[in-house]
């Protein structure tokens, strides 16, 4: 596990995106001991020109600027209880945030920075804070409705690295099987997150039933368009 950045930390980065209305997101890198491997922030526009931040990257000045255009950043997502790198700069910079997190990573996330809630706060009626069922209650996703579309934003369940960047990225990518080829349940997070591969596949069965269901976002990897034969295959493989 990375050294916690207490202090807002500016790693490497791509361009802000925006994939929907209210929902942007950028990579970034986080550093690793074979080299820096990709990850992901996303910024989901809630009710009341509030936003929440899933899986926080400390970005510059310009960067922020796009973020905050979404809306008052107001709550901090960590997904798990490994994606709490940039959480303790974040919450300097924001000290209102509230900060969310699945109840199984509570203890690892609470190392980090102090948690405000384990459930759905966010009071936003077209956007679902949940728990990754089979995860132990330790992997948290989010479900946004726009018109005529829904997004999935899920955290380490689902990874579509498909072009890594550099050696140490490349090997690690290729290890811990983090969809090189096509979109996985990463092998590492299996052994790590994975409880209960019957209900996880339950879980991406439900998910690959969304209506209206368009794009899922990983932490890890490329946006996945028409996510629902992905997730069906996938559920399909834990089975």
Known sequence: MA??????TILPRGRVRTVD????????EIPMPLGNFPRRMTVVGLSGNRSAIFSAIALDEAGMREVEAV????????????????????????PGLKVLCPAGAKDS????????????????????????????QAEAALIVRRKGATTLIVNDIVANLRNPHGLGAKLMA?????????????????????????????????????PDIVRLI???????????PVLERLAADLS
């Open 3 to 8: 050294k916690l950045n207490q202090e807002w």
């Open 21 to 28: 209305d209210r929902i942007v997101t950028v990579e970034g």
């Open 71 to 94: 809306g008052k950043p107001t709550f901090l997502i960590v997904p798990n209880g490994h994606h709490r790198l940039d959480a303790p700069a974040w919450k300097k910079r924001y």
């Open 109 to 136: 996330v609470s190392e980090a920075v102090p948690v405000d809630a384990t459930r759905d706060v966010l009071k936003d009626s077209d956007v679902d804070f949940i728990t990754v069922g089979g995860t132990g």
């Open 174 to 210: 290729r290890l811990f099987d983090f969809g090189v080829k096509e979109p996985q349940v990463p092998r590492v997070v299996k052994r790590a997150l994975v409880k209960d591969t019957v209900v996880l596949a339950r879980q991406l069965r439900r998910w690959s039933k969304l």
């Open 218 to 228: 990983p932490s890890h990897g490329e946006i996945i368009e028409d996510p629902r």
